[in-house]
């Protein structure tokens, strides 16, 4: 069973930066796509940023040229850098990992991003 853990979430303020990571319980990353998804209250979850295990990525319209996906194998952490956040990022970001980059096999806990002054 692969368990995913987040870190790196906490309180923000408007158009400042976080740093998510999300470690893998085993080695995965070899074969897995990595991605992030995020649920606010009242909110469906969705696809923040997704990364294949050959470097294909994909964003949501709404961080484009402000967040930024990356991944480590060796360390098998995928990492989310967040900057010029706003209000409307705020919400429960997910980690997540499956055989392709739309499939989400394995889901993290969570860990909480707020952006409020």
């Known amino acids: 069973q692969v368990q995913l853990v987040e870190s790196g979430g906490g309180l923000v303020q408007p158009g400042g930066s976080l740093r998510l990571s999300c470690t893998a319980s085993?080695?995965?990353?070899?074969?897995?796509?990595m991605g992030w998804y995020r649920q606010a209250p009242g909110n469906e979850r969705e696809l923040v940023a997704a990364?294949?295990?050959?470097?294909?990525?994909k964003y949501a319209d709404s961080v484009k040229g402000r967040f930024t996906i990356s991944r480590n194998n060796d360390k098998n952490t995928v990492y989310l850098q967040m900057n010029s956040l706003k209000p409307e990022d705020t919400a429960l970001y997910y980690c997540?990992?499956?055989?392709?980059?739309?499939?989400?096999?394995?889901w993290g806990q969570g860990t909480q991003v707020t952006v409020s002054s």
């Open positions: 085993r080695s995965i990353f070899s074969i897995y796509a």
């Open positions: 990364i294949s295990t050959g470097g294909i990525i």
């Open positions: 997540t990992a499956g055989p392709n980059i739309a499939a989400k096999n394995y």
